[in-house]
């Protein structure tokens, strides 16, 4: 693994296998690149980008608010920096809303979307759950309380609807923290999406759903 500069902070990726396209995997909350790894040897042909989001892992954070508008950004600084002008962009819980903000924000450079277990907003009892939450870790972690925070609210459903690329939407209908309805809300926002919902599967649909991770490596090969 290594460490590179963008836009003045230190952010630890690491690029994987060989293969004419990148998808770019963004973890979820309080998590880190290494979420990915034990996925990533499934999806051959492909070269994969992961890295650890601003204040995660080894990733340097910043004092201060961050915004999902930010974080698209990093992302997009992050390739630059690797000289990807393009990729897949995938996500899972917070990296899905990261991964949706960067298809809205950067559309010419992305290629497709693969969506695990996330949303396009949040409502009132989970934003406060959110930032209860932040306020109980602000002491101990304040990168990660911005970053509850960050996620506390926001709403991208009329903006979903610009995005014209490839979408795949994969969520479980037992997921207690992005239940499935807001998956079948953004599966009606963008042109092109596809949904597909497991039974029975909670948050982590990689880990607890071997067939999700098919699905995902059957609509790959038919983006050409």
Do not use: C
Request: hydrophobic share 40%; proline share 6%.
């Amino acid at each position: 693994m290594a460490t590179i500069d963008v836009q003045g902070r230190s952010v630890h990726y690491e690029l994987i296998g060989e293969g004419p396209r990148t998808i770019a995997w963004t973890h979820g909350i309080g998590s880190r690149l290494e979420t990915w790894l034990p996925h990533l040897p499934e999806f051959p042909g492909y070269r994969h980008l992961v890295y650890s989001v601003r204040g995660m892992g080894e990733s340097q954070g910043v004092d201060g608010p961050v915004r999902l508008e930010d974080w698209a950004k990093d992302l997009a600084g992050l390739m630059d920096a690797l000289g990807i002008p393009s990729a897949i962009v995938a996500g899972h819980s917070m990296g899905g809303a990261i991964s949706q903000r960067f298809a809205i924000d950067f559309p010419e450079r992305t290629e497709a979307i693969l969506l695990l277990s996330t949303s396009s907003r949040v409502g009132a009892l989970a934003e406060a759950a959110w930032l209860r939450q932040a306020d109980e870790i602000e002491a101990t972690n304040p990168h990660l309380a911005a970053a509850r925070r960050a996620v506390s609210k926001y709403n991208m459903d009329e903006e979903l609807k610009t995005v014209g690329v490839p979408t795949l939407i994969l969520v479980g209908d037992s997921d207690p923290t992005t239940p499935a309805g807001g998956s079948v809300i953004m599966s009606r926002l963008i042109a092109d999406a596809q949904l597909q919902i497991y039974p029975g599967i909670g948050h982590g649909i990689f880990n607890e759903e071997p067939k999700a991770k098919a699905r995902a490596k059957e609509w790959l090969t038919t983006l050409g």
